[in-house]
């Protein structure tokens, strides 16, 4: 509450709070000619609020009169509002405002809000207008009716304008839309560039000449005339937009930004605007901004190519390779060879390894230089790191076209030499002698030459090294080398001593020299020496590794000690992974698999991941017994390089013992066709005769020299091949060597086949039995004795599968065939725990829901016995015989319309099953 100095309240007029609660103007004592004369000194204020209001005010004051609107609908025309101003333009001329006047205005009004069916109705001619003012209403008309597709009355428009006297910049911009009607545009073009000159800053010529500049591809002269109409005309967004557009075209974002940070001020979700303002900011180097505002731009639905070519370009410039790749992806295929985007998608899928797709897309790239010298060789790396030896040829070829550089020259020379292509050794020379000071060249130039033995050349360049930098260690470690190949023992020894003078507290150097010892079988000196290195070190896993290698051969180290050690260091340094799969690869050796798998179980699974990791854990998992683990481990590797030959071995055995077949002969063909491989090919052998294709096994076989097919594995082959040619008994000796080699289950199983199909059926039964003998943990061979037992000794069956069933009890087809035996027999009693076990093992097995459901009629459990049945019979497709079992359960328990409708809904595929089918229709009236 309010109080004046006196303390005495005040009082408010009754009117004058009537006033305040609705707005002062509502109660204001002007004039309309005062409310008038106030809006135009706001509008000469530019004070555009307080004018609008006054004009609405005016209008309050008598809202029939025709001057406030029309001058409202004038105002609204300048500040852009141009559907109000048609409204209020409209209503001035209802209550009496002069046609003459009100048309000018309202053409405007009716062209910038499209209202073409009402331009196309003005009067241009309207008495009291001026030639100038006919000129220019007449132009919005015939435009509208040229759009409108009324080209006749537009054309008669323009014949009548043409004979106004009137100089007016709208006389000739009537007459050059004639051209444009006419499609005579060249014509129309010249005309608006001279209309230009005599009417530099009039709207329309501007807006005209730029629209059709761009129509006829001059890009420069609609930017310029766009600029000069947007200058004076700021609130056309549609103009403003097409202007814009234009700069960031031609790489204008300097002038474009300002305009584009304004629109997006109001918008700021606007697709468009921030595609712009992305490329503006990407073209600043602020890629990080740009990522977020082209992220919007998707978000709110503009997915053109060109945005998200730009994505994948400011990705790549931030180094995330993997949206690069996402977006580049989506665009490459419509992309040039020489579009520079291919180039960058190449080598974000090189960075995040997907070689093989960075190879398709190199094989279309059209890219020459240093650029593509460095991009075709760091794809050769990478195709090399993973196997592909195919595609590397390939890349490394590409690249030697284009290597001029020093750096280019190297890499070239080194992925040569690890093809075995002695020119490496060339270009490793010519990158030496364009940068002779270069380290990296240096020290791979003198390794290639070592290795190739070319040690005089080797020496020569170490000396040449040496002499430019006489305080580096480095050289006399490749002298020591060098003398140490030569069999200069004294010399060597000499090298590393200087060697050791310029750096007397490197590891490098001591394992070089342990190295030599060990090499002169000097075990005790060799020890002493990596002692050393661990007591300043005690962690170092190489030279643990080289001395637990020395504990393991010779008696100069205690092998438990040093293993101990290990295992030590390793609960010290736990983060140390060189030293973990050392210490696995220990525990490994003295066969405590449970200890390998909890030493590597913190082992992060990646590209940058030992190799040595990943056999080991295979391995490892193998010897457990750990099939599932093994599986699964192998194609984690497989996934990060499907080119190792190493993890394709294992696979490929892995599938040869789950007897996958199929799947392991796909897996060879994926492998071979990047890297030739004899190894591999013999597997890939092996997988053909097993899924019985004997001729491409021979032709493999055929390819391999003598030595190679002597091998008892392959001579394993021979003998399948022999088989399924018909030739079984040639195959015999073949057999029994791989028999011998290795003598598992499938060798086994070979064997006996060969000797059965030689008519030998004595000799494979005794066979059978020495073979069980000597190896009772064969199951496999010992499931297929009792198999072969079903049809002549059910009782030594029953046997078998028993003694199977106490090495390996949740043996699930054993279970199954046990049961059914004993139900046979009528031991229901041995037969029911057996046929739940094995149900529960499979609860979807339809063969021993058979078994178990059967056994259970035996005592009478019908509902239990039909349950059994419709967990399959309804879920998937079952047997003949299982089908007609169920419905056999269904007539037994009296449900006669059930089982007529299920055996009228079912096709039998076997003759047995369709003749029980057909006597079940018949005895049971079906």
Known sequence: MNHNKTGKRILVPLAVAACLSVGLSGCSKKTTEEHLDAARQFVAANDQDAALIEFKNAIKKDPKAALPRFELGKYYLQIGDYESAEKELNRALDFGQSPSEVLPYISVAYQKTGAENALADVDYRAEGMTAVESAEVGFYKLQALAQLEKSEEALAIIDDLETLDTSSVYRGLALAYRDIINQNLSAALASFKALREQSPNNKDVLQQLGKLALAEGDKALATDAFGDYVKDNPQDITTKFAYITLLVEAGDTQTAGPMVDELLNANPQHPLLNQYKGVIEANDGDYEAAATHLQVAMQNGNNNPALRLLAGYVAYQMQDFVTANNYLTEVAPDLPPDHPALSMLADSLLQVGESE?????????????????????????????????????????????????????????????????????????????????????????????????????????????????????????????????????????????????????????????????????????????????????????????????????????????????????????????????????????????????????????????????????????????DVVGAVEHYDAWLKLYPQDKTAVLGKLLLDDSLQQFNHGLSLANAFLAKQPDSQIRLLKAHFLAMTRQPKPAKAILQEMPDNVRAIPFVRGISARIAMLEGRGAEGLEDARAAYNEKPNAPNTMLMMAVLEASGKNDEAAAFLEQHLQAHPEDVRTAMMKAERQIGTDKAAAKDTYEKILQQTPENFVVLNNLAYLYFEDGEIDKALPLARKAVGLQPKNADSLDTLAQILLQQDKYEESLSLYETVVNDQQVSDTVYLNYVQVLLDMGRKEVARRKIQNQEFTSAVGKKRAERMRVRYSL
Do not use: C
Not at 380 to 389: A, I
Not at 407 to 424: P, T, Y
Not at 441 to 469: C, F, G, H, M, P
Not at 613 to 619: A, D, E, I
């Open 357 to 625: 797709s960075a190879t398709e897309i190199l094989n279309r790239v059209d890219v020459e230089g240093p650029a593509g010298a460095s991009l075709f060789s760091k794809a050769g790396y990478q195709l090399l790191k993973q196997g592909n030896v195919v595609d590397a040829k390939a890349m490394i070829e590409k690249s030697s076209e284009m290597s001029e550089t020093a750096d280019d020259l190297a890499r070239l020379g080194v992925l040569q030499l690890s093809v075995n292509d002695i020119d490496g050794l060339v270009n490793l020379e010519s990158a030496l002698q364009k940068a002779p000071d270069n380290k990296v060249t240096q020290r791979t130039l003198i390794a290639a030459y070592i290795s190739t033995n070319k040690l005089d050349k080797a020496k020569a360049a170490t000396q040449q090294w040496l002499e430019n930098v006489p305080d580096d260690y480095a050289p006399y470690l490749f002298l020591a080398e060098i003398a140490f190949k030569q069999g200069d023992k004294e010399t060597a020894q000499a090298q590393i001593e200087k060697a050791k003078s310029l750096n007397p507290d490197s590891a490098e150097i001591e394992l070089v020299e342990a190295r030599f010892l060990l090499a002169e079988e000097k075990f005790d000196e060799a020890v002493v020496v990596l002692n050393e290195i661990l007591a300043g070190n005690a962690d170092d896993a190489k030279a643990l590794t080289v001395l637990y290698t020395v504990a393991t051969q010779t008696d100069a180290a205690d092998e438990a000690q040093v293993a101990q050690r290990v295992y030590s260091e390793i609960g010290k340094h736990a983060d140390n992974l060189d030293l973990r799969i050392l210490a696995g690869r220990i525990a490994f050796s003295q066969n405590d698999y449970k200890k390998v798998i909890n030493l590597l179980s913190s082992v992060e699974e990646n590209t940058a991941t030992p190799r040595v990791y990943w056999n080991l854990k295979g391995q490892t998992l193998i010897r457990l017994n």
